[in-house]
T-cell receptor, first 113, second 115 residues
Framework: EAQVTQNPRYLITVTGKKLTVTCSQN?????MSWYRQDPGLGLRQIYY???????DKGDVPEGYKVSRKEKRNFPLILESPSPNQTSLYFC????????????FGPGTRLTVT | AQSVAQPEDQVNVAEGNPLTVKCTYS??????LFWYVQYPNRGLQFLLK??????LVKGSYGFEAEFNKSQTSFHLKKPSALVSDSALYFC?????????????FGQGTTLQVKP
């Protein structure tokens, strides 16, 4: 089954404790992206990647890092989480051409206390 | 600034009645337009898209959307709503000039279909 998977689905952590949210897709997509969803704001892009070893900042990259060492994986790293990073996070992937729809993972609900 | 607006936070409709979820955008050029649906505790699911051609596009679960270039709108419609259509709906736009692949999302509209 074609899918995007994320782990963990739920995470409660404390300020400053490094964490990683994993994302993997099995569709051989070149493009991958991370979004955060906050009430009343829709989804905002954090980082994206056009292909292996090619990553760039989205609209809200502060406090986040990513890596793309393999085509299928695109982990999101929070080196020192803060309460304002409490949010619902989605990973997405697609073929590179802009007219293609993105496929979304199930989401990771992160709470930073 | 490029933006997408969904003017209604919530739309309420009775089962069997037609529904419309509105979306307008402010993007230069001819953007790609998308609708996604989010069920509780689930990720976003693609419903339909407009790239070019016929202004009325059909998608999953009986949904369709009408593109209106002069009004820069892309309203989502369904002739007969089901209770199971109740969910959060997002309109999204990708500018044709974008080299980031980024989707610009509206803030979402909650659709509530009552029996």
């Amino acid at each position: 089954e074609a899918q995007v998977t994320q782990n963990p689905r739920y995470l409660i952590t404390v300020t400053g404790k490094k964490l990683t949210v994993t994302c993997s897709q099995n569709m051989n997509h070149e493009y991958m992206s991370w979004y955060r969803q906050d009430p009343g704001l829709g989804l905002r892009q954090i980082y994206y990647s056009m292909n292996v070893e090619v990553t760039d900042k989205g609209d809200v990259p502060e406090g986040y890092k990513v890596s793309r060492k393999e085509k299928r994986n695109f982990p999101l790293i929070l080196e020192s989480p803060s309460p304002n990073q409490t949010s619902l996070y989605f990973c997405a992937s697609s073929l590179l051409q802009g007219s293609n729809e993105q496929y979304f993972g199930p989401g990771t609900r992160l709470t930073v206390t | 600034a490029q933006s997408v607006a969904q003017p209604e936070d919530q739309v309420n409709v009775a089962e069997g009645n037609p529904l419309t979820v509105k979306c307008t955008y402010s993007v230069s050029g001819n953007p790609y337009l998308f609708w996604y649906v989010q069920y509780p505790n689930r990720g976003l699911q693609f419903l339909l898209k407009y790239i070019t051609g016929d202004n009325l596009v059909k998608g999953s679960y009986g949904f369709e959307a009408e593109f209106n270039k002069s009004q820069t709108s892309f309203h989502l419609k369904k002739p007969s709503a089901l209770v199971s259509d109740s969910a959060l709906y997002f309109c999204a736009v990708r500018p044709p000039s974008s080299n980031t692949g980024k989707l610009i999302f509206g803030q979402g509209t909650t659709l509530q279909v009552k029996p």
